[in-house]
């Protein structure tokens, strides 16, 4: 991302917001444009040349101990690479930590073990598929119900 009079912008602030936004403040080094974006921290990867950390994200960093710093900076960076993420929330952090998996909440899991084989493998990849995309650590009776609805047209049984 370039400024109208040529230089480089440089990035000043990136601060997440509620529901997996992210607000980031851009700088012209030269001439003291500023620009500022709030996007979902999935989508601004395309405006950016390469990662930058969210304030949360580097706050969570900074409280790990200092032998750990640096395996987790390179494993969540690694990650984010890999799936073509620039912006570094906390959200990414979590996945990275999980290494793209996503846990179970108890009620949940027990809710899918009653579903009927065939469609278990099914349920269980859509779900933690949409958990991911949404950056959720744990797939939860609710999201369940949801998708549920969506995909199989029928409500969840009401245990
Ligand atoms: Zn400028």
Redesign the pocket.
Known sequence: MR???G?DFRCEVVQEWEDGRVFLRYR?E??G?GVGIETDHRKGGGLFAHQVWTDEARHRLDRLPPYVEPLVRQEVEDYAARHGLTVISTDVMTEAGNQGMVSWHPEAKQRLSRVPGPVRAMARVELERTALDRGLPEVTVELMEEIKARYFGMAAPRS
């Open positions: 400024c109208t009079c230089s012209c030269r001439c444009f």
